[in-house]
């Protein structure tokens, strides 16, 4: 043990060294760091929520929507295959968690029942009195489709957050239908909470220019079409242009594979240009081609933001929306079609916003306790072991450096309770130290040599290092794995010096030693 291979020797200098390059980014201004070269270490230390500052927000899913869509489907499902069939039905329509539709044809119901039980497996068809039969989906179905549109409305929400440069958000699934999302950092908490207000749902349809939109308004909408407000046009009593729509969905938003805000090269202004997958350009083509010099409406989330006319087929796949758009909002729009479309509509539940301040006073008692922590040690260690105590000082210096680096190294957020895993950190590292001394001086007191008692004692001591801290990287692991947030960040910084300690201590401390028992070559040692 006393022996040092010279590899080692440039290991451990070289982790060192590695660890004070990856730490010093820390030490300069956000502008400083981004201003380095490419080749240098720039990252820093990723502040959690506590720390920087920012928004919480709990968003609830409306899986009733989800739930609604589906049956509304069956309907139109329903409604086809009893034409077909020529059976004769009315009072068709959804009913609660179900599908309801009566025969009036008694002989007909039988073969009406094999029809709608055929067209979905997740449904539990039944008869009731009057001829009625009921649809209803099974308990397993509404759980599956809840936990799929939540799953969704959580990969969805990610992509729009991730648009928006925020490092290091929490997007978390809380309880059956509700998302955690912690924002830190943000300084413009508003336009998050607009870019996941929006379903940003999208669809081409033609506009219907045969029956009147008047009529429309007086409440004689026709069965094929829908009546849509404008997303910004107003009519001359400041109220929104309505619209009658063909409710046949042209091409779907769901092909849309692109979606970048740019300029109109004519007029100069802000506009979003977007490109379909293959499927969707076919269907984008042939409705173009088929429909020239017709109005051709954009619907988003139920309004119609642009119905421009078609003046020729688009056959490439592509196309630009314009709407009187600034150019934030035409950045939000690419961003939110980009992202796709929300399952469901959400509500904010929760909203809370933490100012940077308590984040500077959490860092600043943060730092206080450390340096509190670490002088004790310090004097701790150099009045108990002296010589030895001050090496064990600078590997736990050293120690705290590769926290740092490493920290911001693998971009781990550092929370207030993550503070407290690296002050707990400063108390542990030095046990492993402590074990192996108390070794060493029991070695000196049976009577062996400096360099025996050196070597018995390190080798010796090893064992009972590994198994402590193994045991606590254990603990570690456990809290990473089943906790969150906060709990998650203590984790991750114990964890983090507890690898660092062991290296420090075994590695470190022992080059240190094992230099200087080679240059002086003391009879007694000093501990």
């Not at 049956?71 to 329903?78: G, M, N, Q, R, Y």
Request: with cysteine.
């Amino acid at each position: 043990m006393v022996y040092f291979a010279k590899w080692k020797i440039i290991t451990v200098l070289a982790v060192c060294g590695l660890g004070l390059l990856f730490v010093a980014p820390n030490f300069l201004s956000a502008k400083q760091a981004a201003s380095l070269p490419d080749w240098l270490p720039h990252r820093q230390i990723s502040l959690g929520l506590d720390l920087q500052g920012g928004s919480h927000l709990l968003l609830e899913v409306k899986v009733s929507t989800v739930i609604k869509e589906r049956l509304e489907a069956l309907v139109d499902s329903v409604r086809v295959e009893l034409r077909k069939a020529r059976i004769f039905y009315r009072g068709l329509g959804v009913s609660g968690n179900a599908v309801t539709v009566g025969i009036k044809d008694a002989g007909k119901l039988e073969e009406a029942m094999g029809l709608v039980k055929a067209l979905d497996p997740d449904t539990a068809p039944e008869f009731a009195e009057g001829g009625v039969i009921i649809l209803p989906l099974t308990d397993k179905a509404m759980r599956d489709r809840i936990a799929a549109a939540v799953e969704q409305s959580i990969e969805i929400v990610r992509r729009r957050i991730d648009e928006t440069g925020v490092r290091e958000p929490t997007i978390q699934r809380q309880g059956v239908d509700r998302i955690l999302v912690q924002l830190p950092g943000v300084d413009d908490p508003e336009r998050v909470k607009r870019l996941l207000g929006k379903t940003a749902k999208m669809a081409f349809h033609m506009v219907d220019e045969v029956n009147s939109v008047a009529k429309a308004e007086a409440g004689r909408v026709p069965p094929s079409s829908m009546l849509l407000p404008s997303a910004d046009e107003k009519m001359g009593d400041g109220r929104a242009r309505k619209y009658l729509i063909k409710k046949k969905v042209m091409v779907s938003g769901d092909t849309l594979i692109d979606s970048q805000p740019s300029f109109d090269s004519r007029s100069n202004e802000p506009i979003v240009t977007f490109r379909f997958d293959s499927n969707g350009a076919k269907r984008f083509g042939k409705a173009t081609r088929e429909n020239v010099n017709k109005l051709f409406a954009i619907i988003l989330d139920g309004k119609v933001i642009s119905a421009p006319v078609i003046r020729e087929p688009i056959l490439g796949g592509s196309g630009q929306i314009s709407g009187n758009f600034s150019v934030r909002e035409a950045q939000d729009l690419a961003l939110l079609l980009r992202a796709g479309a929300l399952p469901a509509p959400l509500t904010i539940l929760e909203e809370r916003t933490v100012g940077p301040g308590l984040g500077a006073d959490s860092i600043a008692a943060g730092k206080v306790a450390s340096m509190i922590g670490m002088v004790l040690v310090v004097v701790f260690m150099i009045v108990v072991y002296g010589r030895f105590g001050a090496m064990a000082d600078v590997a736990l210096l050293a120690n705290i450096i590769l926290i740092g680096g490493a920290l911001s190294l693998l971009q781990a957020t550092l929370t207030l309770p993550g503070i407290a895993g690296v002050v707990l950190t400063i108390g542990m590292a030095v046990d492993a130290n402590v074990l192996i001394f108390e070794r060493i001086r029991e070695e000196v007191r049976a009577g062996r040599t400096p360099i025996s008692a050196i070597d018995v004692g390190y080798s010796r001591a090893i064992k009972t290092i590994i198994d402590a801290n193994v045991t606590t990287l254990i603990a570690a692991v456990i809290l990473y794995q089943f906790g969150s947030g906060p709990i998650r960040g203590f984790a991750v910084t114990l964890a983090i010096g507890i690898a660092s300690s062991m290296f420090t201590a075994v590695m470190l401390t022992r080059l240190l030693v094992v230099t200087w028992l080679k240059r002086t070559r003391p009879e007694e040692l000093p501990i």
